[in-house]
């Protein structure tokens, strides 16, 4: 495990250079940016200052059921690492701070849209597929998640 790393909020700029790389390299740029990165919460892992690793997180308020309580619901997006730091620990380390940030700003659960070839790291957080594969171009996916 990398014990050099630093965890510390980032710009949603900062994140898409990693996004691009890591994610969707034969995507153009503007395909890696989500639409409500302005509203999320970002973080960045850093080796001494150089960023390392993005993950985005987005909070919000969601109805249980109709006529329901309203809840606050979390989903993480854009979770990169570069692949020279891959299989160190990093994603772990950034995925704990996600989760704790996310509870601290009082939501009740987590998800994500996970590629189906990362499902066995995220069901070490406790995440489990609460749907069918998906596509995303050829990537298969499935929607993940936990309650916190």
């Given at each position: 495990m990398l014990t050099t790393l630093s965890i510390r909020p980032v710009t949603p700029e900062q994140t898409y250079s990693l996004r691009h790389s890591?994610?969707?390299p034969d995507k153009s740029p503007a395909y890696i940016k989500v639409?409500?990165?302005?509203e999320g919460?970002?973080?960045g892992g850093f080796r001494q200052d150089e960023l390392?690793?993005?993950i985005s997180l987005f909070v919000a308020d969601e109805v249980v059921n109709p006529g329901g309580a309203w809840i606050?619901?979390?989903r993480f997006r854009k979770f990169a690492v570069h692949p020279d730091y891959q299989h160190q620990g990093i994603g772990t380390?950034?995925?704990n701070h996600v989760i704790a940030e996310a509870k601290r700003l009082g939501?009740?659960?987590l998800w994500c849209d996970a590629r189906m070839d990362a499902a066995d790291f995220y069901q070490r957080f406790g995440m489990k597929a609460v749907s069918e594969v998906f596509y995303k171009g050829p990537i298969p996916y499935a929607r993940f998640s936990r309650t916190l």
């Open positions: 890591v994610l969707w639409e409500n990165d302005t919460y970002h973080f390392i690793a993005v606050g619901r979390a380390l950034l995925l939501a009740a659960s």
